[in-house]
């Protein structure tokens, strides 16, 4: 059927808004040399996006694809505001991005009309995908769980992740658009993007939305600087680098831009006011010190360097003394001074010396501002996908498309990806924890506070509970039933976290000894809506001896909370099915104020506390 043959017809089927309709106007569209007018091509989009928009994830992306590329051929000019109209009609879909994205930015033919909305459009692809919370976040570390353990799992057609979008927008900066006036340009939008974001809310949590948008944004200004034509200094990305309140992985790939950007004099000058400057600002600039002259293969400036930082290595902050060593001992070992071999060895013997010697040695041989590079020092792939890694970086911030988790059924997957898995001689070995099999109970404790010993990370459900399923068909219920009684506690905030800890723990049944402290502001701020659900009671401290003789009768085990001569670690203790555990106040002994009782409790638990 030709295309004229279907224009006879043409409202009546896409009126019909069915996907066979639409697909088979958009197939012979695509067949066609014929140039249609452009109210037709718009009426086209149109129902393109409404069969998008009705089927979501299950509609026909290939005519996405051959409309778009019609478009490119007959009407060029058109392809930025009708590819806008069709991601509009289901933003959250990242099929449909991936296809929008690749399309347009194949080449540079999108810039030639409209180049600051077309460098807004790639700045959104850049920064695409929403920040997953709660239930959605869960469910999706149960899909790249699921994948890490067999990468030819069903969940692999799950679904299209965000951060393949974004690949598609990094590889047409690094591949795809050679104009270095446009890539200036968006340069300039990049930086300007970061410090929007730092002036919007200058402090944030890791893992936040703020936070991936402002690794989003220095990962692509990370790959903008592979191309020599962008490397110019701007002094604005030091405010990146010594702002305090940026997280880790951020600071270090801002680190890094700098060190292949930044003028010598200014470095120089920079280090000058090192004596002046905020430990952290200290150990940010003695990674772009050692960064700089392994990029510019600078011996004369590392020994410079070297005398300047020697007196940092005895100084007041313990963050800046350890930073000075390692800098100093990486940069004898690049250009391998030999009039200092005995500071290396003086820094080397310091390591060995202090205890846990081992975990030491690692920090010393992986300190990731001196270890991860690439050959030429600017921002790979493998340089990237170190620092994020290292840095326990959520998996589904990597740009690389998380080739690292498919490669095997991603024919565009990184190489560098396939390496990292297969190779045994690279540098992150060690850091393969989702592909190496377990080390041996000896070693399990050692390698894993070495990998995380400076790293804070927070618990996932999915990965704490490692053989909990989802879907659990034959729920076994628990005859364990323990009441947590406070009666002897008066401080209502910490009524309020007993009760956060009872629900938390899966305890139903809490004794206080009034009810009308749940009502307070005091007790909900700090309890969180658990007395909601929990089975409260009211007990009186002077009625409580004649309560516990009363569940011993019943066949509860009493047990207090009270460090004796005879107490039981808490951690080690194994509750009895049925029990009843006694807190005591919480400034006066349990056994000096109600002697009465001391007699009817089974066991003593403490819970010891350490203090630095």
């Not at 340069?187 to 919007?200: D, R």
Request: aromatic share 10%; hydrophobic share 40%.
């Amino acid at each position: 059927m030709i295309l004229d043959e279907i224009l006879d017809d043409f409202e009546g089927i896409l009126n019909s808004c069915s996907v066979d309709g639409v697909q088979k106007v958009v197939s012979c569209l695509c067949s066609s040399e014929n140039k249609i007018c452009e109210n037709t091509l718009e009426l086209i989009f149109k129902k393109v996006a409404e069969v998008i928009g009705r089927f979501g994830s299950d509609a026909p992306y290939d005519c996405v694809a051959n409309v778009l590329k019609y478009c490119r051929k007959h009407y060029p000019e058109n392809l930025l505001q009708y590819s806008k109209n069709l991601l509009a009609s289901d933003m959250k879909n990242p099929f449909l991005a991936q296809e929008i994205y690749s399309l347009c930015f194949n080449d540079e033919l999108i810039f030639n009309n409209a180049k600051e909305e077309a460098l807004e459009f790639l700045m959104s692809g850049l920064t695409y995908g929403e920040f997953q919370s709660g239930n959605d976040k869960i469910e999706f570390d149960y899909v790249l769980e699921e994948l890490k353990k067999d990468l030819t799992s069903p969940w692999k057609n799950y679904t299209c992740f965000p951060s393949q979008v974004r690949a598609v927008c990094l590889n047409a900066l690094s591949s795809n658009i050679k104009s270095d006036d446009i890539l200036k340009d968006l340069k300039e939008l990049l930086i300007q993007k970061s410090i929007e974001i730092s002036t919007k809310k200058p402090r944030y949590f890791k893992n936040s939305p703020h936070h991936r948008l402002k690794l989003r944004v220095i990962c692509a200004l990370a790959v903008l600087h592979r191309n020599e034509n962008i490397r110019f200094w701007d002094s604005r990305l030091l405010k990146t680098v010594f702002d305090e309140n940026n997280q880790t992985d951020v600071t270090l790939i801002a680190e890094r831009i700098v060190a292949m950007t930044i003028p010598k004099d200014v470095l120089l000058e920079l280090v000058s006011k090192l004596p002046t400057m905020t430990a952290s600002t200290q150990v940010s600039l003695l990674s772009m010190c050692f960064m700089f002259c392994k990029i510019n293969n600078d011996k004369a400036l590392s020994q410079q360097f070297i005398q300047t930082f020697l007196p940092y290595t005895m100084g007041q902050n313990f963050i800046t003394r350890l930073n000075a060593q390692i800098t100093i001992y990486y940069l004898l070992t690049l250009f391998e001074i030999t009039e200092y071999e005995m500071i290396k060895t003086a820094i080397l013997d310091s390591f060995k010396t202090q205890t846990n010697q081992e975990v030491n040695l690692l920090k010393l041989n992986e300190s990731i501002q001196h270890t991860v590079w690439s050959k030429d020092g600017c921002l790979d792939d493998e340089c990237l996908f170190g620092v994020m890694y290292s840095l326990d970086t959520p998996v589904d911030e990597f740009y690389f498309g998380l080739a690292v988790l498919m490669y095997s059924f991603d024919p565009n997957g990184s190489k560098f990806c396939q390496r990292m898995i297969t190779a045994d001689d690279t540098i992150y070995d060690s850091r393969k924890k989702i592909y190496a099999p377990a080390p041996p109970p000896e070693e399990q404790k050692l390698d894993e506070f070495a990998i995380t010993s400076n790293v804070q990370r927070k618990a996932n459900p999915i990965q704490v509970s490692t053989d909990f399923k989802v879907f659990q068909e034959d729920y076994e219920e628990d005859e364990k039933e323990m009441i947590v009684v406070a009666s002897l506690i008066d401080k209502i905030p910490n009524l309020g976290g007993i009760a956060r800890t009872c629900e938390v723990l899966g305890i139903e049944n809490l004794v206080i000894s009034s009810l009308k402290f749940c009502e307070g502001t005091e007790f909900r701020n700090v309890s969180m809506t658990a007395e909601k659900y929990l089975n409260l009671s009211e007990m009186k401290p002077k009625f409580l001896q004649n309560y516990l003789i009363e569940k011993k009768t019943q066949g509860y085990s009493i047990v207090g909370a009270e460090q004796t001569s005879n107490s039981v670690n808490f951690i080690s203790f194994k509750f009895p099915k049925k029990c009843v555990l006694v807190l005591g106040h919480e400034k006066e002994e349990f056994l000096q104020i109600y002697w009465d009782y001391w007699t009817m409790l089974w066991k003593y638990l403490r819970l010891e506390l350490y203090g630095l």
